[in-house]
């Protein structure tokens, strides 16, 4: 845990569900701001990089339900340390933890700020090889994909599923580096030779080992999430270059009934209620 228990002036804290991507950033800008924050993880690993500061108050572990979450917001507010706000910025397609925060707040009174995150450059890719859109991955099970050589990159829980809805297709997989997600790859019957352990690419350079990986592989068919940049983005560039054919799956509405902000807006709207 980075700081420790609030004792501060009420109104000044805010709660933030992230992950790796969005969440450390977003948690730099809201200290800046003057906001003391607490910021919930599920792993170890995506709490370590988030700043050390001593005003954000690191906790590791699934939220746990929302009755649980009404029950945290309501100790906090008993003690005099109420949140301001529950902020989203969890992944688009986490959606039992979306329905969570929302029934939570909803309970406890507090407000749920949703981070939406941004649209995602297209690359034009090669002629014949606009994206197939997914409305669910039991769509799958509605493609020719016999003998083509697919990349999942869809997260390692749904592998199992999406490699019974193309038995014809040959697996495989990219993964993040977890004991448990290579676990499910293998579950799911990807081939161990076919199953590629990394984080997402960062910088100038992003996509280059998963292009070398497309091309060492032979990929003819990528499945990628409709989740914004950078995974949704990476995965258009990749395709686009290598003339694979792209299948997307559509982002679930998991969040309509709650207005979503770009960063600019939360931010802009977090600053006014600091004031």
Do not use: K
Request: with cysteine.
């Amino acid at each position: 845990m980075h700081g420790a228990p609030f004792d501060h002036p009420p109104g000044r804290r805010l709660w933030l569900f992230s992950g790796t991507g969005d969440g450390p950033p977003l948690a730099q800008a809201l200290l800046a701001q003057g906001w003391e924050l607490r910021v919930s993880v599920v792993t170890p690993s995506a709490a370590r990089v988030y700043p050390a500061a001593p005003q954000l108050e690191l906790r590791v572990g699934p939220l746990g339900g929302a009755d649980r979450l009404q029950a945290a917001l309501a100790a906090a507010q008993g003690a005099g340390q109420p949140f301001r706000a529950v902020i989203d910025a969890t992944h688009p397609f986490a959606m039992r933890v979306h329905g969570e925060l929302q029934a939570g707040c909803a309970q406890a009174g507090v407000p749920l700020l949703v981070l939406q995150r941004g649209e995602t450059a297209i690359p034009p890719p090669a002629p014949g090889l606009q994206p197939t859109w997914l409305d669910t991955l039991e769509a799958l099970a509605q493609l020719e994909l016999g003998g083509e050589r697919l990349l999942l990159a869809i997260g390692a829980r749904h592998l199992a599923r999406a490699v019974s809805l193309c038995p014809g297709a040959v697996p495989h997989a990219r993964v993040l580096p977890r004991p448990g997600a290579l676990q499910q790859a293998l579950a799911a019957g990807v081939p161990p030779e076919h199953v590629a352990c990394l984080l997402p690419g960062a910088g100038p350079g992003v996509g280059a080992v998963e292009a070398a990986l497309v091309r060492q592989w032979g990929i003819t068919v990528i499945l990628a999430r409709q989740s914004g940049p950078p995974s949704e983005t990476l995965w258009r560039r990749v395709a686009a270059a290598e003339g694979c054919r792209l299948l997307l799956l559509r982002q679930p509405n998991s969040r309509q009934q709650v207005q979503g902000h770009s960063r600019a807006q939360l931010l802009a709207l977090l600053a006014a209620w600091g004031r």
